[in-house]
């Protein structure tokens, strides 16, 4: 039996992304479930899939070769951490080193501030420019951005005793050097 199969383009491996029923969709999103994350697509995201799948030139089996070389950091890295979702965009399929990133140094610093709170009583919060300079500070000192909030941090909770205080703001100053910053903050509001 002789049977002539046409190559799919790109619009093709693309209908097949866009199925409700595409095996390799689903089963990225369930490998990714089994870690507590939702992980879902952008359209663009998947057209993007489809044309680099097409420059495999290996047919419908290039879409999971190409998904598992992008997605593999993100589910090496973020089963360890407390991201519940991951939207794939044409941002992240950009910039993935970048996003992983990103998302690794939230969510690091969401789990220190969970836990000031729970054990202090406080929430910090970190404005913009103070994490971009723990964004930078981790990757020149190596450590995780967790413990580098504790080391820098540790003693903040006396000063927010002291004080009463509810919240706290970290600023960029407060990162470059915390045990002034904080000095200084309780000289200027202690008589308050």
């Given amino acids: 039996v002789y049977v002539i199969l046409n190559v799919l383009d790109i619009d093709g491996l693309y209908q097949i992304l866009r199925n409700k029923h595409s095996t390799v969709v689903i ?17 663009k995201a998947l057209l993007t899939f489809a044309e680099r799948a097409h420059q495999e030139k290996t047919g419908a089996r290039g879409l999971l070769s190409v998904f598992e070389k992008f997605l593999i950091k993100f589910e090496k890295s973020l089963p360890s951490t407390s991201i519940e979702k991951l939207l794939v965009d044409e941002e992240l399929i950009a910039n993935p080193n ?3 990133k990103h998302l690794l140094i939230e969510d690091g610093i969401q789990s220190f501030q969970k836990e000031f709170l729970v054990e202090h009583g406080t929430y910090l919060e970190f404005d913009e420019e103070a994490m971009r300079l723990l964004e930078t500070k981790v990757g020149t000192e190596l450590k995780s951005i967790k413990q580098l909030c504790n080391d820098l941090f ?17 600023t960029k100053e407060a990162v470059e050097n915390p045990e002034e910053y904080l000095n200084n903050y309780i000289k200027d509001n202690y008589n308050n």
Avoid: A
């Fill in 27 to 43: 089963g990225k999103k369930l490998d990714f479930k089994s870690y507590g994350i939702d992980l879902d697509f952008s359209d």
């Fill in 98 to 100: 970048e996003s992983l």
């Fill in 154 to 170: 540790h003693d903040y909770f006396h000063g927010m005793r002291l004080l009463n205080l509810e919240s706290f703001t970290i």
